[in-house]
C-alpha cells in the first residue's frame, strides 16, 4: 500500500509540466531579509526575451507592467513573462497620459489592457503603473473603478535617457535600497545588456529580487491606493 502510494505521487509529480516546477516562485519573507524590487515598463518588445533569459539565469524575479498595444504584438512574450514567474502590471492600452483623459477615456485604457492582458496571459492583473508616473485623485477613483491598485517606484533610472549600460548601472545601485522599487524599461536594449551585471552585484549586496507583490504580500494591495 505504502509502496503504491509513493509511486503514485512520483508519478503525479513527473507529469506536471516542466515549467511549472522550474518556475513557480520560491516564497520569500520580505520582513526577514532585504528585499528590491525591479520594474520594466512599457513591453513586452524585441529586448524581452534576453532579459527573461538573463532573470531565470540569476534566478531573480521581477515585475513588468505591459502595455496593451505591445501585449497585442507579442502575446507568447507576454505569456512567457507570466510563466517564468515573475509579475504582471496593466501599464494602459497605448501607454496614454492618463490626467490628460476624460474618466471613461481613462476607464477604457485600464480596463481594454485588463481584456488584453487576460487574453495573452489568463491573468487579469491587481495592479497598473501610469505611463509617465502621471496621476491624479481623479484617475485613482477611476482606477478604484477598474479594480486595480497603482504602483509607483522609489526610485527610476531614467534609463531611457541615459542610453549607457555603465550609467544605468550606477544608477540603479545607487538607488537600490530595503524594499525599494526600481523603474527601468524592458525596451531599452542598454538596460537590457547590462542587467548580468546589475543582478551579480546586487546579489552580492544580499539583496533578494522579487516582484512587487511578494515586497508587499504583509500589507496587501488595495484598488484604488497608490504605493510608493
Not at 490628460?100 to 491587481?126: F, H, M, S, W
Not at 550609467?167 to 524599461?185: E, F, P, W
Amino acid at each position: 500500500m505504502v509502496i503504491h502510494a509513493l509511486l503514485a505521487a512520483s508519478l503525479a509529480l513527473t507529469s506536471l509540466p516542466a515549467q511549472a516546477t522550474v518556475n513557480a516562485p520560491r516564497s520569500v519573507d520580505c520582513s526577514r531579509v532585504k528585499c528590491l524590487a525591479l520594474t520594466f515598463d512599457d513591453g513586452p518588445g524585441e529586448y524581452t526575451p534576453a532579459l527573461l533569459k538573463t532573470l531565470r539565469k540569476a534566478g531573480a524575479k521581477a515585475t513588468f507592467f505591459l502595455v496593451g498595444e505591445r501585449v497585442e504584438k507579442s502575446p507568447k512574450v507576454a505569456k512567457e513573462i507570466l510563466a517564468q514567474g515573475h509579475a504582471i502590471g496593466n501599464h494602459t492600452y497605448s501607454h496614454a497620459a492618463l490626467p490628460a483623459l476624460l474618466d471613461y477615456e481613462i476607464l477604457d485604457e485600464l480596463k481594454v489592457n485588463q481584456e488584453v492582458i487576460e487574453k495573452a496571459t489568463g491573468l487579469r492583473p491587481k495592479m497598473y503603473r501610469p505611463p509617465y508616473g502621471q496621476t491624479d485623485e481623479r484617475v485613482l477613483r477611476v482606477a478604484y473603478q477598474a479594480e486595480l491598485a497603482e504602483i509607483l517606484w522609489t526610485g527610476t533610472t531614467l534609463d531611457w535617457s541615459l542610453r549607457d549600460t555603465k550609467k544605468i548601472k550606477a544608477v540603479v545601485l545607487k538607488l537600490a535600497q530595503r524594499d525599494g522599487v526600481i523603474l527601468m524599461h524592458d525596451v531599452v536594449p542598454q538596460t537590457v545588456k547590462v542587467m548580468p551585471e546589475i543582478l551579480k552585484e546586487l546579489k552580492k549586496q544580499g539583496y533578494h529580487l522579487v516582484t512587487v507583490p511578494t515586497l508587499m504580500r504583509a500589507k496587501g494591495l488595495k484598488a484604488g491606493t497608490s504605493y510608493f
